[in-house]
Each structure stands twice: as structure tokens, then as C-alpha cells.
């Protein structure tokens, strides 16, 4: 009688495959640093993300941003689009997400990202906006109370100045 329960379908009796109980999420939501940047961040020796910007440290890991701005960090989604590429069995769709995350006070992130799900495609466009945060410059000008940077202007989009 011992033996029937492996014939059923593995250890767990008659689950059968791929319908055992998940084990480790507790685990996957705390962070493992990867780099020595992010070691230094989770051990509090970098106290801030100013001291990472003044020695242009590169930021490989998106957790040392949630660590400085946790929910205070606001994205948005700009626009997704299909992408198609014609190949031998026909074509290809992928979607391409464009996603800008921000604080407001001075620290903007880009990111985009293409990918067979729309969802897959969001979400690595939010890691990727992380990773490419960087502190803007902002001023006011004489003529109207514009926010814009600190370089040439060359466009005006939505009363900010972009170079």
C-alpha cells in the first residue's frame, strides 16, 4: 500500500505534475543584493542616492532605488505599441512599452521595453526606468514659471523644457 501513493503521481500522492504547493515566496520578496553597490546600500554604509549621483556609481540593480524612494516613486505608462517583424511562417507581434517614473522632485527615469506580453513588457520597462534614474536640474525662467533644464531648449512638451 506504501508504493500506490508514488504511482499516483509523484510524492504528494494523487496531484499529479506541475500541482504541488509552492514553496519560497516569503523568500522572494526579500532582496539578495547582487553588486557591492548594493551591498553597501543594504548594509546603510551609502545613506542616499546623492552620494551614488556625486561618484556616477552605475545602478545594476532596481531594488537600491525602492530602497531610497520606496512609495514615493510614481510611474506611468506612456504608451504601448505592437511591433511586428515578417518572418518565414508569417508575422511576429511583440508589444513595446514606454514607462517614466519620477518623484517629483527632481529625479526622472526612462524606460522601454519589448516583449511577447503586454504585462512582461510593462514590468521590464518599470526595472529598466529604475535603472536609468538620474537627478534633473530644475529652474524657473523670467517670462512664465516653466519648469525646465538647464540646457539649450528644444522642444516644449507640456510646459517642461527638454534639450
Same mark, same amino acid.
Given at each position: 500500500m506504501a508504493d500506490d501513493a508514488g504511482a499516483a503521481g509523484g510524492a504528494g500522492g494523487r496531484q499529479g505534475r506541475g500541482h504541488g504547493a509552492r514553496r519560497g515566496k516569503a523568500e522572494d520578496k526579500k532582496w539578495v543584493p547582487v553588486t557591492k553597490l548594493g551591498q553597501q546600500v543594504k548594509?546603510?554604509?551609502?545613506?542616499?542616492?546623492?552620494? +551614488?549621483?556625486?561618484?556616477?556609481?552605475? +545602478?545594476?540593480?532596481?531594488?537600491?532605488?525602492?530602497?531610497?524612494?520606496?512609495?514615493?516613486?510614481?510611474?506611468?505608462?506612456?504608451?504601448?505599441?505592437?511591433?511586428?517583424?515578417?518572418?518565414?511562417?508569417?508575422?511576429?507581434?511583440?508589444?513595446?512599452?514606454?514607462?517614466? +517614473?519620477?518623484?517629483?522632485?527632481?529625479?526622472?527615469?526612462?524606460?522601454?521595453?519589448?516583449?511577447?506580453?503586454?504585462?512582461?513588457?510593462?514590468?521590464?520597462?518599470?526595472?529598466?526606468?529604475?535603472?536609468?534614474?538620474?537627478?534633473v536640474a530644475t529652474g524657473e525662467t523670467r517670462l512664465a514659471s516653466l519648469t525646465q533644464c538647464p540646457a539649450r531648449p528644444l522642444v516644449v512638451v507640456d510646459q517642461f523644457w527638454c534639450a
Open positions: 548594509d546603510m554604509k551609502i545613506k542616499s542616492l546623492e552620494e +551614488i549621483y556625486l561618484f556616477s556609481l552605475p +545602478i545594476k540593480e532596481s531594488e537600491i532605488i525602492d530602497f531610497f524612494l520606496g512609495p514615493s516613486l510614481n510611474g506611468e505608462v506612456l504608451k504601448i505599441m505592437p511591433v511586428q517583424k515578417q518572418t518565414r511562417a508569417g508575422q511576429r507581434t511583440r508589444f513595446k512599452a514606454f514607462v517614466a +517614473i519620477g518623484d517629483y522632485t527632481g529625479l526622472v527615469g526612462l524606460g522601454v521595453k519589448c516583449s511577447k506580453e503586454v504585462a512582461t513588457a510593462i514590468h521590464g520597462a518599470i526595472i529598466l526606468a529604475k535603472l536609468s534614474h538620474v537627478p
